[in-house]
């Protein structure tokens, strides 16, 4: 399907150079522990999952793994609620295991990326267990504790001490007898919000991050990490659609940010030889602030997770709905950021993680043109500036599940909000239910597809969530010895990132601004100039060759096979991919 392929050489595990910034050149693999591989039959994935099916990440070609959090937790957020951070859930296997996957990953020549979730902890964190247990203990002040709104009685409808909603529905805050106080919780109750203008909340952190670091691992994703400093006065927000106020200008950039992380950088990272890779995740912010924490002079992470063309195809507040992007709307913001990061910032870039739909799904056409339209996203993103995260199964093209009903699924997000919009705001349950099977995470976490098997090779138990009916068809057996798979055109997109200074160093320009469909760009180093091509449309697209850069060109990798070897087309197919060099010889 994908004939025209190149002098890309086929993948082979990559030693990350040593030295400085060596994730610049780095493809990341995100996985999610609970729906990769189940080693002991219980129906949830673990860690001797991962060991068995490292050689399927290592054969793309891979350089990190993001791990997903596998600390002890009581699960309520899928391990985003931690319990103890220097130990593993049972869940998912011991301290011993996770040493074992470390040895292996090393030995493949690839890194190991915890998830650092410290904006919040688990309610039954021993550190929230004694804050919530009287306000003179030890650890009182280590949440954001509030009094009831002053002419409201302790628990009163009305006497939180803001209006902001969370993000797992509802309100924000949650009263608590012992104390006669609230404490916020941005996400779920059971996930309250850590005070990090406490010195002591900060050292503890900092000391936990130092010892992960010296046991081996090679970096942090910094879950939510922008929400750590919130306006102390913790004002109102402007009240949206559900009737709660939006808190996020009071803690998406808060006051101290840049000095907690400025502290952090010192207390963890500077004294250590090398660098490690620090990716924050950042909800609500802009290329302005993601250039500030990125600036390689003067910032404090390498990268960050930004999200605006996640919220491209949101409805009116952000949630869930059947809506699609615009190829120009997400040619728009993707090139934006693109081009303000520049050369002093540093792109993450995205389709998938545990908390969206498939892309395939999304962007794509997964019914007509499923092997293309995964090939054009892929595409579009990995010759980007910046950092690529494949997250597991989208190197299959696997798509969104067809849940029937809300039972089938398990997110708390999810859930809450069927519930608060259907129960409390009294919305039509099948546009509720539309939305959700269109954009809910659960589509991300159905179980990895590894074979035709029962249960897609995942576990050898009933899954702890459905597989997607599609497994018989769509799995890593019947992909990973096959280069025309999807599986085998992303092996040939990170050894391109690995094979050409351009594509991780060049300089990006934006080409065909105004195209209804396409989205193309070049990426520039010195001489060498690349041109990716591709068309975002089931129908095809024509082509104004005068509106591009002169050649000659010749062709680097194709996506479908009818590519003609050395010119450009006047008319893209559907979801048709082209990558090209300008001068040199021909790939093909
Ligand atoms: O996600 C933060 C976040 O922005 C999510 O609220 C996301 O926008 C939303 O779920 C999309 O539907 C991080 C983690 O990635 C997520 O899994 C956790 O639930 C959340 O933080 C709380 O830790």
Redesign the pocket.
């Known amino acids: 399907m994908n004939g025209a392929d190149a002098d890309v050489s086929p993948a082979r595990p990559h030693a990350a150079p040593p030295g400085a910034e060596w994730w610049r050149s780095a493809v990341v693999y995100q996985v999610y522990p609970r729906s990769f591989a189940d080693s002991n039959g219980d129906g949830v994935g673990d860690l001797r999952g991962i060991i068995e099916h490292l050689d399927h990440i290592a054969g793309l070609g891979i350089d990190v793994i993001w791990l997903s959090p596998v600390y002890r937790s009581p699960q309520d ?1 899928n391990g ?1 609620d931690i319990s103890d951070y220097e130990d593993i859930d049972p869940t998912f296997g011991t301290l011993a295991d996770l040493d074992d996957l470390i040895v292996a990953m090393h030995e493949r020549g690839m890194k190991l990326v915890m998830d650092l ?1 410290v904006n ?1 902890t688990s309610d039954e964190h021993p550190w929230f267990i004694d804050s919530a247990a009287s306000p003179t203990s030890e650890h009182a002040d280590w949440y954001i504790w509030r009094d009831p709104k002053p002419g409201f009685g302790p628990g009163e409808p009305g006497a939180e001490p803001n209006n902001w909603g969370s ?1 797992f529905s509802g309100s924000a805050w949650r009263f608590e007898p012992r104390r006669g106080q609230y404490y916020l919780h941005l ?1 779920s109750p059971k ?1 309250p919000d850590l005070d990090w203008d406490n010195p002591h909340v900060r050292a503890a952190i900092f000391g936990m991050m130092n010892r992960w670091l010296d046991r081996g691992v090679d970096g942090f994703r910094m ?2 990490i922008n929400f750590i400093s919130k306006d102390p006065d913790l004002p109102d927000g402007e009240v949206v659609s559900t009737g709660f106020g939006d808190g996020t200008p009071h803690f998406a950039y808060g006051p101290r940010i840049h000095d907690h992380l400025s502290e952090m950088q010192r207390e963890v990272f500077a004294h250590r030889p090398g660098a490690y890779l620090t990716v924050g ?1 950042m ?1 609500s912010t802009t290329p302005e602030r993601a250039l500030r924490f990125t600036d390689s002079e003067t910032g404090q992470l390498a990268m960050v997770f930004q ?1 605006e063309h996640m919220d491209l195809d949101g409805g009116p507040d952000g949630k869930w709905t059947e809506n699609r992007a615009t190829v120009p709307d997400l040619r728009a913001s993707l090139s934006r950021w693109q081009l303000e990061l520049g050369s002093r910032g540093w792109n993450s870039l995205y389709w998938n993680n ?2 969206q739909p498939r892309v395939v799904s999304r962007f794509g056409d997964d019914e007509h043109h499923w092997f293309a339209s995964a090939t054009a996203l892929a595409t579009v993103l990995h010759l980007q500036r910046g950092t690529p995260y494949v997250y597991q199964g989208e190197e299959l093209g696997m798509t969104n599940v067809p849940f029937e009903s809300i039972d089938d699924y398990r997110d708390i ?1 999810t859930l809450n909000h069927y519930a608060d919009a259907v129960t409390r705001r009294g919305l039509d349950p099948a546009v509720v239910l539309a939305g959700i099977r269109a954009k809910s ?1 659960d589509n991300a976490r159905t179980p990895m597809q590894w074979s035709a098997a029962d249960h897609a090779g995942f576990s050898s138990a009933e899954p702890w969530i459905g597989v997607n009916p599609n497994h018989l068809a769509l799995n890593a057996a019947a992909q990973v010895d096959d280069p025309a798979s999807i599986y085998g055109y992303y092996r040939r997109l990170i050894a391109l990132r690995h094979e050409e200074p351009s594509v991780v160093h060049g300089d990006f320009a934006l080409l065909l601004d105004e195209h209804p469909t396409v989205f193309g760009y070049t990426r520039s180093l010195g001489d060498e100039v690349l041109m990716m091509l591709a068309n975002l449309s089931s129908d095809a697209a024509t082509l104004d060759s005068s509106a591009l850069p002169p050649g000659p060109w010749r062709l680097l990798l194709a996506n479908t096979t009818d590519a003609d070897v050395d010119t450009v087309p006047a008319i893209l197919g559907p979801w048709d991919a082209r990558v090209f060099r300008r001068g040199g010889t021909s790939g093909a």
Do not use: I, N, S, T
Request: proline share 6%; charged share 40%; aromatic share 24%.
């Open positions: 957020d985003y979730v919040h993000f996400f996930q879950d939510v995740e909800p999200f545990h908390d997000e995470r």
